[in-house]
Nanobody
Framework: QAQLGESGGGLVQPGGSLRLSCVASGSARDFTVIGWFRQGPGKEREGVSGITRHDSPPYSADSVKGRFTIVRDNSKRTVFLQMNALEPEHPAIYYC????????????????????WGQGTQVTVSS
């Protein structure tokens, strides 16, 4: 069974940093792509960042480019999302998602591109 587990969320002041972790277990360990999404109350889920298993360039949405960095540790089956210079926003739940099947072109922000989802971790940026 494929499983994803997120951690690292919390309350942080504007301008602060958080590092989120996504641990893939079971068959999810063989992911081809891991993506990070976020969803605030009453908002659609938004693709934030993504990374392939190999050395393709990672993806960052324009809204987070230059502030968020995604890295993977294949040996630990973990993908990290380093979030710096966080901006005030309503609380959002950050989800990681995994795709196991091969692909031609990654559709980073398309939810249907991914087959498995974690439960999410909440991030609140507030003073």
């Amino acid at each position: 069974q494929a499983q994803l587990g997120e951690s690292g969320g919390g309350l942080v002041q504007p301008g602060g940093s958080l590092r989120l972790s996504c641990v893939a277990s079971g068959s999810a360990r063989d992911f081809t792509v891991i993506g990070w999404f976020r969803q605030g109350p009453g908002k659609e889920r938004e693709g934030v960042s993504g990374i392939t298993r190999h050395d393709s360039p990672p993806y960052s949405a324009d809204s987070v480019k230059g502030r968020f960095t995604i890295v993977r540790d294949n040996s630990k089956r973990t993908v990290f999302l380093q979030m710096n210079a966080l901006e005030p926003e309503h609380p959002a739940i950050y989800y990681c998602a995994a795709r196991l099947r091969p692909f031609a072109t990654p559709r980073w922000s398309h939810e249907v591109f991914y087959a498995y989802w974690g439960q999410g971790t909440q991030v609140t940026v507030s003073s």
